[in-house]
């Protein structure tokens, strides 16, 4: 399985994104899924994670009730729609996969490319 995340690009504050991470291979449904991020300079950070029937998410404390994660199963694809954005969003955004639970953690088996997210005040 491969991953490919998608959907970055330049918004103000308070706008609205939606990234994708669309994978490959017929297994997906059995992927856990995470959404993490980095800013220059800092360390990846956890930011949202779902479970692989989409029954179970998790979310950072610093992005909850305003990010959303879903999956799509037949589409083999995961969401994060991104609410109320703030300038320290701005991040490349990466997702990655898991058959085992990894939690917030970066032991992920599977990573997929960044896409860059800039929120401008």
């Known amino acids: 399985v491969q991953l490919q995340a998608s959907g970055g690009g330049l918004v103000q504050a308070g706008g609205s994104l939606r990234l994708s991470c669309a994978a490959s291979?017929?297994?997906?449904?059995?992927?856990?899924v995470a959404w993490f991020r980095q800013s220059p300079g800092k360390e990846r950070e956890f930011v949202a994670s779902i479970s692989w029937s989409g029954g179970s998410t998790y979310y950072a404390d610093s992005v909850k009730g305003r990010f959303t994660i879903s999956r799509d199963n037949a589409k083999n694809t995961v969401y994060l729609q991104m609410n109320s954005l703030k300038p320290e969003d701005t991040a490349a955004y990466y997702c990655a996969g898991d058959k085992n639970y990894r939690g917030s953690r970066l032991s992920y088996e599977l990573w997929g490319q960044g896409t860059l997210v800039t929120v401008s005040s």
């Open positions: 291979g017929r297994t997906f449904t059995s992927y856990l």
